[in-house]
């Protein structure tokens, strides 16, 4: 729920809902500047004092503006935008920025949709905004459109299309595309089709450019870090002599679908996913939210769906009913609300989750949700008042692009929560369960069964008819009610300590009764909420094989047993009622506890933490039923081309007895309960050799006090788990599979080799290293030789690890393979080559970004200190990252590039189309 009410929020202006009668209007957020040109270009400002800057240019024109011979312009234009203006040629705005520590990808980028294409640019200040006002005012009238450009583009192009378009796509995209059969949106794809891309000139792509890059179809959105009547004047002078055909501005808008919306009854899994069933509730015509009583209503649909899946879980789980995952979300239907709960699960349990559905949706259309589960959902949506402000100028920037979508810009956040805690406040559990019983009509239903790949569907239409069968008749009442848990308190309540160390400013070490470390971080800006990690070694890397298989079996296991004499679905109540998180992760050298709390609740989350480690039980059935499903998962992914490969390949670098090694069926089948036991006894079973790491904005006192009084009685006698070095096939391998169903190869070259022991001058000068040598790799082998669309490198040595990977990887036309291999020693030539200083400094100052960024994230800081700390790295690296990263020059950087392949072992892995004459012969001839 913490996750889903999060996702709530930010679609606040997003989700349509049925037009209401007139009530107060939403107020945006007098932050904005707007200001509207006479070309009817407009902008809009929020500046945030001493911040970074992001700048986001809109243009109203997507693939559904293209006529049939035009298909896929729209998003080419966006491409070419990156490869050639008249203030920035061929792909110089890359190293423009780059200058001052922007990278391509998170920092600056594109994406073209059915009627927006939008323009992403992220500056670490806004030193830049000169050049930045620049570029965006070339792309709207000065791209160069070179036609030597746009052919090498197509190749790229290509690459996109390769890279998306796979045979086995998700269930979840094939019922999209049933679900809007004979809409544009299925035939309309942002990515063009073969014979337009490959017929695509300069000359036809601009006249599609001049045609729809008008002012008036264009928005500028800048916030952070800016003086807003200075940069009012650099706009106004730079966008008013933009060329435009109407100077009023026009709207984005999208074609409706037809209201007569088609469901399929049935639909395949890719091998490898789960079957589902879908149920889909259309709610009537779709509108914008403008006002305070619209905005009510949607956020009460958005409860009682909450409210569906809340009753599945708890009424699942009391049952035994072994499930994949129960989610809601909202269908993309232009013009019309339709809203979906999914449940996903093993093929031989599809007629028992049918009939629980049935008899769940009747129990709530017919008795409504209980006054325990109506009071359980307002206590959850009201523990997160004020916990989703937007306050960095990335989140109010991809704000306002969401609510740009609408025509809007985003509400006042203070007006936004007065209104929630408003609509919380007077929401009655009777009108509640009328919407729930309106949304849950059996008319207003439709069932999507979604079967295994290769399993017979004969059985469908009984089972949907089976189901509106049960779920038409009188549903049976079901009082859920939650016990009013109290968590016992520690026998011993450990006093302060004698001594806390500042060690730097904001951080803060002392060292519990129980001997156990405390590093806390105190956060120097508002987030309301406390991140806590107890983190030791060990990991994958101390476990055995069957250990492994076990430990995939764990989680399930003990998520459903009881906690001390509380009850499993009590206990994960009392959690999400206050919107705690407690997770526990195992990575390959290490394993914690990883606890996220709003700071109302710190004291009650710390101590369920305790409680939860030192009296969790497993649960023998739950793990019968996780054994099942992930035998049936595993069978079915071992059928799967994908799944074939990806196993020989890790087959080929890593023997069996490796914790990269991957698992079988047979792995898993050897694992007994007893197995899971010993499994949490090794990793979890008290916290001994463990080390806490707390980042808050609460202050040392509060911290201090909570965390020694509620951990520091905990028993840390478990033994130390000491990491084991991995170990690799030293002979090398090549695997060649020809799997693939669709017409392309993936080629993927590993290199290993041995390393020096890390220390924070390598970690950080290997982060800079492998900036510059994706950007070289990229430079040959997408822009010079338009191989791959996306191709991928990277080089790490992970911590705690004796040996470096280094991994290239491309997808490309199955014609191109022998020039790939062709190229090899040049691209290993230029990987090698000297780092200039240019290169150092772009990298240097991508990673003083990405650091200062960190510095903003409670969850990534809290990630970093509890990294840094446990390798012995040094948390400067996370406090004064400047420091380090000036003392890495370009000859360190050279030297680490000449090491990469240098008595390495190399791993080829190739993927070929499975039948290479018969696919696709248009698209292959037409590259």
């Given at each position: 729920?913490?996750?889903?009410?999060?996702?709530?929020?930010?679609?606040?202006?997003?989700?349509?809902?049925?037009?209401?009668?007139?009530?107060?209007a939403l107020t945006t957020d007098p932050n904005w500047t707007s200001v509207t040109l006479a070309n009817g270009f407009q902008y809009h400002l929020f500046p945030i004092e001493g911040e970074n800057v992001e700048i986001r240019l809109v243009v109203n024109v997507g693939s559904l503006n293209e006529e049939d011979n035009e298909r896929g312009y729209a998003h080419f234009i966006e491409h070419m935008a990156f490869n050639g203006t008249e203030r920035f040629p061929n792909n110089s705005v890359f190293d423009t920025f780059a200058a001052v520590g922007v990278e391509f990808g998170p920092d600056i980028n594109a994406v073209t949709d059915?009627?927006?294409?939008?323009?992403?640019?992220?500056?670490?200040?806004?030193?830049?905004?000169?050049?930045?006002?620049?570029?965006?005012?070339?792309?709207?009238?000065?791209?160069?459109?070179?036609?030597?450009?746009?052919?090498s583009e197509i190749g790229v192009i290509f690459g996109e299309w390769r890279q998306d378009n796979r045979s086995d796509a998700s269930w979840q995209l094939k019922l999209y595309d049933t679900l809007l059969a004979n809409s544009p949106y299925v035939v309309r794809d942002p990515i063009g089709t073969d014979s337009t891309l490959t017929e695509a000139t300069a000359d036809?792509?601009?006249?599609?450019?001049?045609?729809?890059?008008?002012?008036?179809?264009?928005q500028l959105v800048v916030v952070g870090g800016i003086d807003v009547a200075n940069l009012s004047q650099k706009i106004d002078k730079a966008f008013a002599s933009l060329?435009?055909?109407?100077?009023?501005?026009?709207?984005?808008?999208?074609?409706?679908?037809?209201?007569?919306?088609?469901?399929?009854?049935?639909?395949?899994?890719?091998?490898?996913?789960?079957?589902?069933?879908?149920?889909?509730?259309?709610?009537?015509?779709?509108?914008?939210?403008?006002?305070?009583?619209?905005?009510?209503?949607?956020?009460?649909?958005?409860?009682?769906?909450?409210?569906?899946?809340?009753?599945?879980?708890?009424?699942?789980?009391?049952?035994?009913?072994?499930?994949?995952?129960?989610?809601?979300?909202?269908?993309?239907?232009?013009?019309?609300?339709?809203?979906?709960?999914?449940?996903?699960?093993?093929?031989?349990?599809?007629?028992?989750?049918?009939?629980?559905?049935a008899r769940n949706m009747a129990s709530l259309r017919d008795h409504g949700a209980s006054r325990g589960e109506f009071s359980a959902l307002l206590e959850q949506y009201q523990a997160s008042i004020n916990l989703y402000e937007d306050y960095l100028p990335i989140e109010i920037a991809e704000t306002a692009i969401q609510d740009l979508y609408l025509n809007r810009l985003p509400q006042d956040d203070r007006e936004q929560n007065a209104n929630f805690e408003g609509f919380l406040n007077t929401l009655s559990f009777d009108a509640f369960n009328s919407r729930l019983a309106k949304l849950l009509s059996v008319p207003h239903q439709a069932v999507t069964l979604v079967y295994d790949n290769g399993e017979s569907i004969s059985d469908a239409e009984a089972l949907k008819r089976r189901y509106f069968a049960d779920a038409g008749k009188r549903g049976e009442n079901v009082n859920v009610a939650y016990l009013d848990v109290e968590i016992p308190q520690p026998e011993t309540f450990s006093e302060g300590v004698e001594a806390v160390n500042e060690r730097h400013d904001s951080l803060f070490e002392w060292q519990l009764p129980n001997g156990l470390p405390v590093m806390f971080y105190q956060m120097d800006r508002p987030t309301y909420e406390s991140y806590v990690v107890l983190q030791a070694k060990g990991g994958l890397s101390v476990l055995s094989r069957t250990e492994r298989a076990a430990l995939d079996l764990l989680f399930e296991t003990y998520r459903t047993g009881n906690v001390g004499n509380i009850e499993a679905f009590d206990f994960s109540h009392y959690l999400e009622v206050r919107s705690i998180s407690i997770e526990p992760e195992v990575f390959n050298k290490s394993h914690n506890f990883a606890l996220l709390s709003p700071n109302e609740y710190l004291p009650e989350a710390l101590n369920a933490l305790r409680y939860l480690i030192e009296k969790i039980e497993p649960n023998n059935e739950?793990?019968?039923?996780?054994?099942?499903?992930?035998?049936?998962?595993?069978?079915?992914?071992?059928?799967?081309?994908?799944?074939?490969?990806?196993?020989?390949?890790?087959?080929?670098?890593?023997?069996?007895?490796?914790?990269?090694?991957?698992?079988?069926?047979?792995?898993?089948?050897?694992?007994?309960?007893?197995?899971?036991?010993?499994?949490?006894?090794?990793?979890?079973?008290?916290?001994?050799?463990?080390?806490?790491?707390?980042?808050?904005?609460?202050?040392?006192?509060?911290?201090?006090?909570?965390?020694?009084?509620?951990?520091?009685?905990?028993?840390?006698?478990?033994?130390?788990?000491?990491?084991?070095?991995?170990?690799?096939?030293?002979?090398?391998?090549?695997?060649?599979?020809?799997?693939?169903?669709?017409?392309?190869?993936?080629v993927e070259r590993v290199f290993v080799s041995e390393a020096t022991p890390r220390t924070l001058n390598l970690i950080y000068a290997e982060d800079m290293l492998n900036r510059v040598l994706q950007s070289r790799y990229n430079n040959l082998v997408r822009e010079k030789h338009a191989l791959s669309y996306d191709p991928y490198f990277s080089s790490w040595t992970r911590d705690g690890e004796a040996f470096s990977v280094t991994s290239l990887t491309a997808l490309i036309s199955p014609e191109k393979e022998k020039q790939l291999e062709s190229l090899w020693p040049e691209i290993q030539g230029a990987l090698t080559a000297p780092v200039s200083k240019r290169e150092r400094d772009n990298a240097a100052r991508q990673l003083s970004s990405d650091m200062y960024d960190i510095s903003n994230d409670g969850l990534y800081m809290v990630g970093a200190l509890a990294r840094y700390d446990l390798w012995g790295y040094g948390v400067e690296g996370v406090l004064y990252p400047d420091e380090i990263i000036y003392q890495i020059d370009e000859g360190m950087l050279t030297r680490l590039a000449k090491q990469l392949f240098d008595g390495s072992t190399l791993f080829e892995s190739i993927l070929r189309p499975n039948n290479l004459e018969t696919q696709q012969p248009e698209i292959k001839n037409a590259l």
């Open positions: 729920m913490f996750a889903r009410l999060a996702t709530t929020l930010a679609l606040l202006l997003v989700v349509g809902c049925s037009t209401l009668t007139l009530s107060p059915y009627g927006r294409t939008i323009y992403q640019l992220s500056l670490p200040d806004n030193g830049s905004t000169q050049q930045a006002l620049a570029w965006f005012r070339d792309i709207g009238d000065g791209l160069i459109l070179d036609p030597q450009e746009v052919d036809k792509l601009r006249a599609f450019y001049t045609k729809w890059y008008q002012a008036n179809r264009m060329p435009s055909n109407n100077a009023k501005p026009e709207l984005h808008q999208l074609d409706e679908i037809d209201a007569n919306i088609l469901y399929p009854l049935t639909l395949y899994a890719p091998q490898g996913e789960s079957p589902a069933v879908v149920l889909s509730f259309p709610d009537g015509r779709q509108n914008a939210i403008n006002t305070l009583r619209e905005q009510r209503e949607m956020w009460l649909e958005w409860m009682v769906l909450d409210a569906i899946q809340l009753r599945l879980e708890e009424q699942f789980d009391r049952a035994g009913v072994s499930h994949n995952g129960i989610y809601n979300s909202v269908a993309f239907t232009p013009g019309y609300d339709v809203y979906e709960l999914v449940v996903e699960f093993n093929n031989v349990d599809r007629q028992f989750i049918l009939d629980e559905l739950a793990f019968s039923r996780e054994k099942a499903r992930i035998i049936h998962r595993v069978n079915s992914a071992e059928s799967s081309p994908y799944d074939v490969f990806g196993r020989a390949s890790l087959d080929a670098i890593y023997p069996s007895d490796s914790y990269e090694s991957p698992l079988s069926a047979e792995d898993y089948e050897s694992v007994m309960f007893n197995d899971v036991k010993h499994v949490y006894q090794k990793l979890f079973s008290d916290v001994g050799h463990f080390s806490i790491y707390v980042v808050s904005d609460e202050s040392l006192g509060i911290v201090e006090s909570m965390v020694t009084g509620y951990l520091g009685s905990m028993t840390t006698q478990r033994q130390e788990t000491k990491p084991v070095l991995n170990r690799y096939n030293r002979d090398g391998g090549r695997v060649v599979k020809h799997l693939s169903p669709e017409y392309r190869t993936y």
